[in-house]
């Protein structure tokens, strides 16, 4: 609350940002008069309530505003910016605006700054990208690359879009395009990578509703069920153990065979991951497509194959390509 002193001696009273003199009607030509002093002083305006200048004993001259919130409890105190860059005029109007507002209860500078705020975090498409990469995706999947570079070819027409302002039907639109072009199982997965980051973005409370949500699938694609008969088994055994196979990607296949683990955990794998106590490999979750460590037997021909290894490797991977460099 702003506490208007009269004058006495011609020194006033100091109060808040300065001494507060007599009110008087501002026009311009007052304002110009007003000289600097040792201490800052305020002079109030006559014809608008809570507006006053403020003159610092820099010389500088800015406009000083206060007014109280109608059943709030509470006072507003603001600078409305300098004398030389808002005029009498504006200042007045911007008071009037915000002491109006501020009698019936309104705090009309917190909405604003509310609105600013939400605006502010209004992402836009490509930057709702970046921070589900970020977040979500890099370092706990390793389709990261995959993922992001899908994302931004789905996405590139509406990349400068909010988030936020997204609906069903501008997805459906670029899905359908995708679909159309005859890339029906691109068009599915670009609907189920898109739609894994908007569900996201909905839980982290970015967006308000999934755009995707009620999206008609694509051509989901054939599931492969395709299984190797004992037959076959048999015949391609017998092919790795022939000199038509390098004796490492023979071993890498059969411990394939024999564990059913990816082709691309066995290359990698090390002496360290093996228990020769147990007899058992456990796949760290850094390399393990999940994120989460596996434990696998090796028994019978598994085992042999590995430990035969293990008699001429020492540490680090057991299989390496002719250069010395790791096979993965």
Same mark, same amino acid.
């Given at each position: ?50 507006? $006053?200048?403020? +003159? ?8 000083? *505003? %206060? ?8 006072t507003r ?10 005029? *009498?005029?504006?200042? /007045?109007?911007?008071a009037n605006? @915000?002491?109006?507002?501020?009698? =019936? ?7 604003e700054?509310?609105? /600013?705020a939400?605006a502010a975090?209004? @992402? ?17 999947? /390793? =389709?990261? #690359? ?10 590139l ?5 909010f ?22 199982r691109? $068009?599915?997965?670009?609907?189920q990578? +898109? ?5 996201w ?10 755009? =995707?949500?009620?999206l ?8 492969r ?5 004992a ?10 153990? !022939?000199?038509?196979?390098?004796h490492?990607? %023979?071993?890498? *296949? #059969?411990?394939?065979l024999?564990?059913g ?12 991951? +093996?228990?020769?106590?147990e007899?058992?490999?456990? *796949?760290?979750?850094?390399?393990? #497509?999940?994120k989460r460590?596996?434990? =696998?037997?090796?028994?019978g ?18 299989? +390496? $390509?002719? !250069?010395?460099?790791r096979?993965?």
């Amino acid at each position: 609350m702003v506490l208007r002193r009269k004058e006495q001696n011609g020194t006033g009273m100091a109060f808040g940002s300065g001494y507060t003199r007599g009110a008087i009607s501002l026009t311009q030509r007052s304002i110009d008069a007003l000289r600097p002093l040792e201490t800052a002083y305020r002079v109030t305006d006559q014809r608008c309530i809570g507006l $006053a200048v403020r +003159v610092a004993p820099s010389g500088i001259k800015t406009w000083d *505003l %206060a007014y109280r919130i109608s059943g709030a409890g509470k006072t507003r105190r603001l600078s409305l910016g300098r004398v030389c860059d808002v005029n *009498l005029e504006k200042a /007045r109007e911007r008071a009037n605006e @915000l002491t109006s507002a501020a009698r =019936t209860g309104r705090d009309l500078i917190a909405d604003e700054e509310e609105k /600013r705020a939400a605006a502010a975090a209004r @992402l836009s498409i490509e930057a709702l990208i970046d921070l589900y990469v970020k977040r979500r995706v890099t370092g706990r999947l /390793r =389709t990261a #690359k995959e993922i992001e570079s899908r994302l931004r070819r789905a996405l590139l027409p509406i990349m400068r879009r909010f988030a936020g302002d997204i609906r069903r039907r501008d997805l459906r639109e670029l899905f359908d395009h995708c679909a159309d072009e005859g890339l029906q199982r691109e $068009a599915e997965r670009r609907r189920q990578t +898109v739609g894994a980051m908007f569900r996201w973005a909905l839980s982290q409370d970015i967006i308000e509703i999934d755009p =995707t949500a009620g999206l008609k699938a694509y051509d989901p694609g054939t599931p492969r069920d395709r299984v190797l008969g004992a037959e076959e088994i048999k015949v391609l055994w017998d092919w790795l153990n !022939t000199d038509a196979v390098p004796h490492n990607a %023979a071993d890498i *296949l #059969k411990l394939e065979l024999l564990t059913g683990a990816r082709c691309g955990e066995i290359s990698g794998l090390c002496i360290e991951e +093996v228990n020769r106590n147990e007899w058992t490999w456990t *796949l760290p979750a850094a390399r393990s #497509k999940n994120k989460r460590p596996r434990v =696998t037997p090796l028994v019978g021909a598994a085992r042999q194959i590995v430990e035969t290894r293990l008699g001429h490797i020492t540490s680090g991977p057991l299989f +390496v $390509a002719g !250069t010395g460099l790791r096979r993965t």
